[in-house]
């Protein structure tokens, strides 16, 4: 993220949870930057929120209690996006049962892959530890595979040392 997100850019946290990738974009972004952060649950947009406040960074986000999915009725249709962040699965210390789905992930990476500038970033982080996140994680390789190598670099970071079920990292890049 630090590597993209320059002071001024839009940038989008699609799973807001306990706020720490949203509090660590919303210095990124600087003082004209913005921050779009999404969750379902009303528990991870308090904790977020909070988050902000004690950081002073309240007026960088905007915190919506929707799926990420929505996006597209935030962003004007001209907004250019530098970096989106996935970070999947639960919320930490809450509800294991409330997980992101491989087809809202999807539509919310498609929208945003329409608002993406030259070289900015959505990256997401895939955990298939719990039940569905096999699944999704597996929805979310299969598409980012076939996206069109001149038009989007995808990148996988995979633990090859660890046991159960390290998270992997993809990182797509507009070219
Ligand atoms: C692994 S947590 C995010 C952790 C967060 N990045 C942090 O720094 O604490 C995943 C979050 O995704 C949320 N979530 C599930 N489905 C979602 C959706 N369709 N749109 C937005 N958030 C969703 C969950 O409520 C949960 O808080």
């Known amino acids: 993220m630090n590597q993209v997100v320059d002071p001024g850019d839009t940038v989008i946290d699609a799973t807001v949870g306990n706020g720490h990738d949203t509090v660590y974009l919303a210095k990124l972004v600087g003082s004209h930057g913005h921050v779009f952060g999404f969750d379902i649950q009303q528990r991870a947009i308090d904790n977020t929120a909070k988050a902000l406040q004690a950081a002073r960074l309240t007026p960088k986000v905007t915190l919506t209690l929707a799926g990420h999915e929505t996006v597209g009725k935030l962003l004007t249709a001209e907004q250019p996006v530098k970096c989106a962040v996935?970070?999947?699965?639960?919320?930490?210390?809450?509800?294991?049962?409330?997980v992101t789905k491989p087809a809202t992930t999807l539509s919310a990476v498609k929208t945003i892959q329409q608002h993406l500038v030259t070289n900015g970033v959505i990256i997401l982080l895939l955990y298939a530890g719990h039940p569905g996140?096999?699944?999704?994680?597996?929805?979310?390789?299969?598409?980012?595979?076939?996206?069109?190598?001149?038009?989007?670099?995808?990148?996988?970071?995979?633990?090859?040392?660890?046991?159960?079920?390290?998270?992997?990292?993809?990182a797509i890049q507009k070219r």
């Open 133 to 170: 996140g096999q699944q999704e994680a597996q929805a979310v390789i299969d598409y980012v595979s076939r996206l069109d190598q001149h038009r989007f670099q995808v990148l996988r970071y995979h633990f090859i040392n660890q046991i159960n079920f390290p998270p992997d990292l993809i």
């Open 86 to 98: 996935f970070n999947l699965g639960y919320l930490p210390g809450g509800d294991k049962n409330i």
